[in-house]
């Protein structure tokens, strides 16, 4: 079966204490209520790297440079009328405080604790490398 293939980019935020930021969905999305990593879709010719940059200013309102994004995995899903790739980059330097501005709640977490929220199918194959990394 033929799919549309999205790209999509996401990031673990890692801060002093070795957490990752989750964000949750909004009402009204798809998945709405579901926890995920930070990112969005990348655009036509758009490099992933650039795409988290604007998505993590435009998401969070922080700043942040290619030179400290290090890709980490990947996942790739299959879902009903496309199918996902996303590559997932671990940041631990960034400018400002995350906030949220597309009204989801944000939580620091432990990366053996990620399992302890529900996340989009897509999501699960990237906690295991990243318990593994922290």
């Known amino acids: 079966m033929s799919r549309r293939m999205l790209l999509v980019v996401a990031v673990a935020l890692v801060d002093a204490d070795n957490r990752v930021l989750i964000a949750q969905r909004p009402e009204g999305k798809s998945l ?11 655009e036509p010719g758009e490099a992933p790297e650039a795409a988290l940059i604007r998505e993590l200013s435009e998401e969070l309102g922080i700043d942040t440079s290619a030179a400290c994004l290090a890709p980490l995995t990947f996942a790739s899903h299959a879902y009903e009328d496309f199918h996902l790739l996303m590559p997932l980059y671990v940041c631990r330097r960034w400018k400002g405080i995350a906030q949220p501005r597309e009204h989801q709640a944000l939580k620091w977490v432990k990366a053996n604790r990620l399992r302890d929220f529900p996340m989009p199918e897509a999501d699960l194959p990237l906690i295991a490398p990243l318990m593994d990394l922290l």
């Not at 709405?32 to 990348?42: D, H, M, N």
Request: proline content about 9%; overall charge neutral.
């Open 32 to 42: 709405a209520g579901l926890w995920e990593f930070p990112g969005g879709k990348v």
